[in-house]
């Protein structure tokens, strides 16, 4: 899997782009501000996911345009492939070799990215709602239906927690019950396809941790459902269904004080455990990045084995967060994916073969030299 040609216009800074990058690596440099990162998302967008950066699509517009068009030629499935996203209007278009599809999330699935910045290095030290993300993300790129279940779920859980605050409209909990078996019946589904998930993902993880380490430190990975301790990766999807309903009716007189839904997928923790230790609670930074890198790159190997093609890594300005033995860790593992990087140092170049050299200055990029 690899990207041939990407031509973009209007998009955020890029008034015009043409280029043609290396199967290999593809090391972008230049100073803070000038469009880096912005040609690492362009790439992103055509996952058909939304920006990493969590902009609006409207504001990916180049401000003085009326519209932005990102124009891919790939090699996915074992041939050429064409994907075109346009924005405008505040709304997104996507095409697949010339066939405008229904919605631009119908494009998930064909060309799998595996992105890696600085945001990522927090994942470990942050929120459980990080984890969930990086979870729910990287199961859309194996299984492209997994996202209508994650947006039914958080339609229903609207409409529940609406409903909550609202009580007195439902006097005799009978929309609160057929709302209490939807969402259990969405939430099973998400449940059941992480924790299959994470059974392929922690055994890499743990793996690529030992080698970092040196085998000097052991690393565990659980899912913590907030609703019941008896739900496993050998749970069925019936048994976690009934496992939710019977805690949010047990929960509905809380709920209905606090005016939210205190159990389902959207509370659930990814826990991460170095000898026995919380990781965001009590590892140190190095052993946080450490984290961070594995899973990062257990993400990869587990996606080239479900689609036996190696992911386009993206690499955003995480290079100088990384020590040098970690950043010779994962450049001896991304050679054999087409990798784009950026750096504001083309010195970092260096470490790389058989790959091309661009600069961006002001929104202009330009190949330099091959490598």
């Known amino acids: ?9 209007g998009y955020r800074n890029l008034s015009k782009v043409s280029i043609n990058p290396s199967p290999g ?23 058909g996911a939304r920006s990493f950066r969590g902009t609006k699509d409207i504001d990916l517009v180049d401000f003085s345009k009326d519209s932005a068009k990102l124009e891919g030629k790939f090699f996915l499935e074992k041939r050429e492939q064409n994907i075109s996203v346009f924005f405008g209007n505040g709304k997104r278009k996507a095409f697949l070799n010339g066939v405008a599809q229904p919605y631009p ?5 064909k060309f799998r990215v595996i992105l890696f910045s600085p945001i990522h ?5 942050g929120g459980p709602e990080s984890r969930r993300k990086f979870l729910d993300a990287a199961i859309c790129q194996l299984k492209p239906t997994y996202i209508s279940h994650v947006s039914k779920y958080n339609q229903i859980l609207k409409q529940r927690n609406a409903l909550l605050k609202n009580f007195s409209m439902d006097s005799d909990g009978i929309f609160l019950e057929v709302l209490d078996e939807k969402l259990s019946q969405t939430g099973s589904v998400i449940i059941f396809e992480r924790l299959k998930y994470l059974d392929c993902l922690k055994k890499e993880a743990l793996r690529i941790y030992s080698e970092i380490s040196g085998n000097s430190e052991t690393m565990e990975m659980n899912y913590i459902p907030s609703f019941s301790k008896n739900i496993s990766s050998q749970s069925s999807v019936e048994c976690i269904k009934n496992e939710i309903f019977m805690k949010l009716k047990k929960s509905s007189n809380s709920d209905i004080k606090s005016g939210h839904t205190s159990f389902g997928p959207h509370k659930d923790e990814l826990e991460i455990f170095i000898d026995g230790k919380k990781v965001r609670l009590f590892g140190s930074q190095g052993q946080r990045r450490s984290t961070a890198l594995c899973l990062k790159l257990a993400e990869a190997y587990v996606l080239r084995e479900f689609c036996e093609e190696a992911p386009v890594i993206l690499l955003d300005d995480v290079m100088s967060e990384l020590d040098d033995f970690r950043k010779n860790y994962l450049i001896s593992k991304i050679n054999e994916n087409q990798v784009f990087i950026t750096d504001c140092d083309s010195n970092m170049s260096r ?21």
């Open 105 to 109: 999330t119908k494009i998930i699935g």
């Open 1 to 9: 899997m690899r990207v041939l040609e990407l031509n973009i216009s």
């Open 121 to 125: 290095l927090s994942l470990v030290g």
């Open 25 to 47: 690596v593809n090391f972008i440099y230049g100073k803070n501000a000038q469009g880096k990162t912005n040609l690492i998302e362009a790439v992103w967008m055509f996952t």
């Open 351 to 371: 470490k790389f073969k058989n790959g091309k050299l661009f600069e961006v200055n002001a929104g202009k990029v330009q190949e330099v030299r091959e490598f």
